[in-house]
T-cell receptor
Framework: EDQVTQSPEALRLQEGESSSLNCSYT??????LFWYRQDPGKGPEFLFT???AGEEKEKERLKATLTKKESFLHITAPKPEDSATYLC???????????FGSGTRLLVRP | DSGVTQTPKHLITATGQRVTLRCSPR?????VYWYQQSLDQGLQFLIQ???????AKGNILERFSAQQFPDLHSELNLSSLELGDSALYFC????????????FGNGTRLTVT
């Protein structure tokens, strides 16, 4: 069964304290892996798509990487405005469904 | 702003009732997806339409149905509502390829009392 697992469930950082979020996946074949940011009461906001192992994408303080079994979202020198829930999702070869993990709630304290 | 419009933003109704949620996709997007998000379940895929045709179905209850119209807007109909149907319902759209990102609206918050 296709599955996406994110860790940790919650993460508290001080402003400027870099860290990484993990997304591990089990799928028969991967069309694409997506990272989203979700603020309370809002819809998920698209951040990155990764298609193949070794690929990396960057946007401001965020950098996403992909291996054959997992993806990392690295946050460098985070700011309080980076506080949100970060969601990972995969599009398996076998399905038209985008399958989401349960997310990592990130809180960055000033 | 993702360009995906969902109405209404909030809906409060009683058990047993029927409601309709509406979604207008981004200009040019042919695919529409519906997701349900509750506190203990995360984002659960309900159904996908591509250019008016149903393409994929998730764990959508028989009391729920959806359609995509010729102008590409979509409606999600929820009937015989139960307390457990209270959730955020999101619509997302994409250009259509399975590797193209989904862009989400801000959801409809449904409260069943």
């Amino acid at each position: 069964e296709d599955q996406v697992t994110q860790s940790p469930e919650a993460l508290r950082l001080q402003e400027g304290e870099s860290s990484s979020l993990n997304c591990s996946y089990t799928v028969s074949g991967l069309r694409g892996l997506f990272w989203y940011r979700q603020d309370p009461g809002k819809g998920p906001e698209f951040l990155f798509t990764l298609y193949s192992a070794g690929e990396e994408k960057e946007k401001e303080r965020l950098k996403a990487t992909l291996t054959k079994k997992e993806s990392f979202l690295h946050i460098t020198a985070p700011k309080p405005e980076d506080s949100a829930t970060y969601l990972c999702a995969v599009f398996p070869d076998s399905s038209y469904k985008l399958i989401f993990g349960s997310g990592t709630r990130l809180l960055v304290r000033p | 702003d993702s360009g995906v419009t969902q109405t209404p933003k909030h809906l409060i109704t009683a058990t047993g009732q029927r409601v309709t949620l509406r979604c207008s996709p981004r200009s040019g997007d042919l695919s529409v997806y519906w997701y349900q998000q509750s506190l203990d379940q995360g984002l659960q895929f309900l159904i996908q339409y591509y250019n008016g045709e149903e393409r994929a179905k998730g764990n959508i209850l028989e009391r729920f149905s959806a359609q995509q119209f010729p102008d590409l807007h979509s409606e999600l109909n929820l009937s015989s509502l139960e307390l457990g149907d209270s959730a955020l319902y999101f619509c997302a759209s994409s250009v259509g390829g399975e590797d193209s990102p989904l862009h989400f609206g801000n959801g409809t918050r449904l409260t069943v009392t």
